[in-house]
């Protein structure tokens, strides 16, 4: 059996607990929240994740289309670059999946014509964390932007209200 077999068959199972790890990375009332919520409108960021890892499973492993991976992963990195997670909390997920996949699949892995499959899902699950790692660093920085942007403009009004005004330049 190849290994677009394997994870096509164990799809929903593996989607699921890889969703359940994603969802424990949050504190335990924002876990059960999302979990139970499943109105869109009500739990934008559950449907987010679960929409998205749906997508990127099935992008990492058969279709490998790199333009969905880099929007799903940017719909779940920028949820969680705004949020309190480090950035190795904000990303890992993604190689949760490479865990994930290793421990469902199990005894399945060991047959040999299996190697060169799976080394190629290691390096496309790779390749999307390094992705990941650059969307969140993207949005980290540009949320330090908008603070610096944010207190220059704070100070500015309040020296114009105490008739101290001098010019700052723009960033």
């Given at each position: 059996?190849?290994?677009?077999?394997l994870?096509?068959?164990?799809?929903?199972?593996?989607?699921?607990?890889?969703?359940?790890?994603?969802?424990?990375?949050?504190?335990?009332?924002?876990?059960?929240?999302?979990?139970?919520e499943?109105?869109?409108?009500?739990?934008?960021?559950?449907?987010?994740?679960?929409?998205d890892?749906?997508?990127?499973?099935d992008?990492?492993?058969?279709?490998?289309?790199?333009?969905?991976?880099?929007r799903?992963?940017?719909?779940?990195?920028?949820?969680r670059?705004?949020q309190?997670f480090?950035?190795?909390?904000?990303?890992?997920?993604?190689?949760?999946?490479?865990?994930l996949?290793?421990?469902?699949?199990?005894?399945?892995l060991?047959?040999?014509?299996?190697?060169?499959?799976?080394?190629?899902l290691?390096?496309?699950?790779?390749n999307?964390?390094?992705?990941?790692?650059?969307?969140?660093?993207?949005?980290?920085?540009?949320?330090?932007?908008l603070?610096v942007?944010?207190?220059?403009?704070?100070?500015?009004?309040?020296?114009?209200?105490?008739?101290?005004?001098?010019?700052?330049?723009?960033?």
């Amino acid at each position: 059996m190849s290994l677009k077999n394997l994870l096509s068959d164990n799809r929903s199972s593996i989607i699921k607990k890889w969703r359940d790890i994603v969802i424990s990375t949050y504190p335990i009332d924002t876990q059960r929240f999302l979990k139970k919520e499943k109105d869109r409108f009500s739990n934008p960021v559950g449907q987010t994740i679960a929409e998205d890892l749906e997508i990127l499973y099935d992008q990492l492993t058969s279709d490998n289309d790199t333009d969905k991976i880099a929007r799903s992963l940017d719909n779940i990195v920028r949820i969680r670059a705004v949020q309190d997670f480090k950035p190795s909390q904000a990303v890992g997920f993604v190689f949760a999946l490479k865990r994930l996949i290793k421990k469902e699949l199990g005894s399945d892995l060991k047959a040999d014509d299996l190697r060169d499959q799976i080394e190629s899902l290691d390096e496309r699950i790779d390749n999307a964390a390094l992705m990941a790692l650059d969307i969140y660093s993207q949005c980290r920085q540009r949320i330090y932007e908008l603070r610096v942007i944010e207190t220059t403009n704070q100070v500015s009004r309040l020296l114009e209200r105490a008739n101290l005004k001098i010019e700052i330049p723009e960033l």
